[in-house]
């Protein structure tokens, strides 16, 4: 880390903690004390954004009452469910800290952590991100598809997305103004984290049990979010169907010039109907995947020149920090 890089800080910073939920209002009542007493610790001005992200159960109430019995608790109701990406980056724009803290809803992040975080903070590091020892929470396909995604994301970018590292992080001030300028719709978190930069550094954790229900982010939500961050931050996708079509052409001249040795030096006759089939439906195959990632492409250019906001919000309540 650069000397420049460092700056005084204040150690009694205020800080923002968001939170986004989604079906949450049984995991609220034990996560947010726990949270609020953490933070209470270190410093005497903080805020927690709770972010309601649609949820069907009654998590937005669950959220108002705890802002009422605790102060510095802030509750924000989206209209709908915009997704996780979307949620946070709306408690991203409502925090005022010196210092943001983000964390999941449903306990697994362990709030211990929070003290070490702030030190590394105060000591210089711009972002102090954490990264799951294991995870063995999570199917053994899952974590398959995790490590594979992440080798694929990361082979020839200019920008790294570090393996395992979550949505589990303390920021900066000016980390989050960055990430809340960037106008992109289509929002996969964990690139942006690595694109913008800054100074950073890896702690790792073990994550705690539930505290209550099932995740809400099953392997369908995974893939899902993986295809948004391979389309958004890599152009592999594009790289393999070009060297698929030179492999395929130089296939096809080399099938060529086998086809006229046997016909015109050998005098075989070679029979073309099941080779025609087949290639047709080979090269039509090829085709249309072709297709489908370019449309994958096209279809977020699309949504992005429409230019809607990421999000809407229904309501807010409580009182967190003012800003400066």
């Known amino acids: 880390m650069h000397k420049d890089t460092l700056r005084i800080r204040p150690q009694n910073p205020r800080i923002s903690c968001v939170i986004p939920a989604y079906n949450e ?33 009654n998590t937005f109430d669950v959220a108002c009452a705890l802002a009422v019995q605790y102060p510095g608790i802030v509750a924000l109701d989206l209209s709908r469910n915009f997704g996780k990406e979307a949620a946070m980056t709306a408690g991203l724009e409502a925090a005022a800290g010196d210092v ?51 080798r694929l994301v990361n082979w020839g970018s200019r920008v790294k997305i570090p393996r395992d590292a979550g949505d589990f992080r303390l920021m900066d001030k000016q980390v989050v ?52 961050g391979m389309l958004a931050f890599s152009t592999v996708p594009l790289r393999l169907l070009t060297v698929s079509g030179l492999l395929l052409s130089l296939a096809s001249m080399l099938y060529i010039a086998w086809v006229f040795v046997e016909y015109f030096y050998r005098g ?31 279809g977020r250019i699309y949504d992005e020149v429409k230019r809607r906001p990421l999000y809407l919000l229904k309501q807010r309540t409580g009182h967190g920090l003012e800003r400066d």
């Open 100 to 150: 943001v803290i983000l964390m999941d809803a449903d306990g697994q992040h362990p709030v211990a952590l929070l003290p070490t975080m702030l030190q590394k903070w105060q000591d210089g590091v711009d972002v102090v991100y954490a990264i799951r020892r294991t995870r063995d929470d999570q199917s053994s396909l899952h974590a398959t598809l995790t490590g594979w995604f992440y």
């Open 25 to 57: 209002a049984l995991n609220l009542p034990m996560v947010l004390p726990a949270i609020w007493q953490q933070i209470g610790t270190l410093t005497d001005q903080f805020e927690i954004i709770v972010v309601n992200d649609g949820s069907r159960d």
């Open 177 to 228: 103004a960055a990430l809340v300028a960037l106008p992109e719709r289509n929002r996969f978190m964990k690139g942006l984290y690595a694109w913008v930069g800054f100074s950073n550094m890896a702690l790792d954790y073990e994550p705690l049990p539930r505290q209550q229900g099932v995740s809400n982010f099953g392997l369908l939500g995974a893939f899902r979010l993986a295809l948004t």
């Open 268 to 298: 075989i006759q070679v029979p073309g109907y099941a080779t025609l089939v087949v290639s047709i439906m080979f090269f039509s195959g090829i085709q249309l995947l072709a297709l489908g990632i370019m449309s994958e492409y096209v």
